[in-house]
């Protein structure tokens, strides 16, 4: 049994969480939050992404397509070296191509949300995992989207104040609303949570 600080949500000051996907919407603000809370940060993201948004200094950043095997080792790798153990990782990385009927959707576009999505969450996770196991009781947190449980299809093309309206809590998500449930699930608090899927969006999924 693990103790936990009940003043603390995330992961304790000094641990080492690795955020792919970190220089994205809510990858920044999850990153800030890590860091301002003494966590040590690596952020894994295209370079494309880490160019246009890099992360702050006190963080590591690596290069990776998510995507690729090779990519992905070299990556973790490199990680690897400097960090031989990790306490926590998440997986921010996604990719939305929009709904289509299966008749209507070219392989290639299926093959680039499989690639961009699946492989890449498989391919981080079977990377990381032996870092998270080394350190005894480390976190795994892959973020997806309802779309994954198709609740999400009476929003597709609707402007945006009518999806808020549509939404339980009526209004849109914003990036700070995913990082709590992050961070405590990366925390102590939520050490015999395993295997959960936990749904964050203003009550849509069960209404
Ligand atoms: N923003 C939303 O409204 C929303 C809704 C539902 C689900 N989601 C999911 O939440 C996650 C994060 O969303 P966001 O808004 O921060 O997205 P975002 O597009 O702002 O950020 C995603 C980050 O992942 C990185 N990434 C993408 N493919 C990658 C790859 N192959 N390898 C490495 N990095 C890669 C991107 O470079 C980017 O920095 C995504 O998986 C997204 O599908 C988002």
Same mark, same amino acid.
């Given at each position: 049994?693990?103790?936990?600080?009940?003043?603390?949500?995330?992961?304790?000051?000094?641990?080492?969480?690795?955020?792919?996907?970190?220089?994205?919407?809510?990858?920044?603000?999850?990153?800030?939050?890590?860091?301002?809370?003494?966590?040590?940060?690596?952020?894994?993201?295209?370079?494309?992404?880490?160019?246009?948004?890099?992360?702050?200094?006190?963080?590591?950043?690596?290069?990776?397509?998510? &995507?690729?095997?090779? %990519?992905?080792?070299?990556?973790? $790798? *490199?990680? +690897?070296? @400097?960090?031989?153990?990790?306490?926590?990782? =998440?997986?921010?990385?996604?990719?939305?191509?929009?709904?289509?009927?299966?008749?209507?959707?070219?392989?290639?576009?299926?093959?680039e949300v499989i690639a961009g999505n699946l492989r890449c969450h498989f391919l981080c996770a079977r990377a990381a995992l032996p870092?998270?196991?080394? &350190?005894?009781?480390? %976190?795994?947190?892959?973020?997806? $989207? *309802?779309? +994954?449980? @198709?609740?999400?299809?009476?929003?597709?093309? =609707?402007p945006e104040e009518v999806y808020a309206k549509r939404v339980p809590m009526k209004r849109m998500a914003q990036s700070q609303d995913?990082?709590?449930?992050?961070?405590?699930?990366?925390?102590?608090?939520s050490g015999f949570v395993n295997g959960e899927m936990l749904i964050v969006d203003g009550g849509v999924y069960t209404q």
């Open positions: 049994m693990t103790g936990f600080d009940p003043l603390r949500l995330g992961p304790r000051a000094g641990a080492r969480v690795a955020v792919v996907g970190g220089s994205g919407g809510m990858g920044r603000v999850l990153v800030r939050a890590l860091l301002d809370t003494g966590v040590r940060v690596a952020v894994l993201d295209l370079p494309a992404s880490l160019a246009e948004n890099p992360p702050p200094t006190d963080a590591m950043a690596l290069a990776m397509d998510g &995507s690729d095997a090779a %990519s992905v080792e070299a990556a973790f $790798s *490199t990680l +690897a070296g @400097d960090w031989p153990q990790l306490d926590g990782f =998440v997986n921010l990385a996604g990719l939305f191509k929009g709904l289509q009927p299966i008749a209507d959707l070219p392989v290639a576009v299926f093959d870092l998270l196991h080394r &350190s005894g009781n480390g %976190s795994l947190v892959s973020v997806a $989207s *309802t779309m +994954a449980v @198709d609740v999400e299809k009476i929003f597709e093309g =609707v995913m990082a709590g449930p992050i961070l405590f699930l990366l925390g102590a608090a």
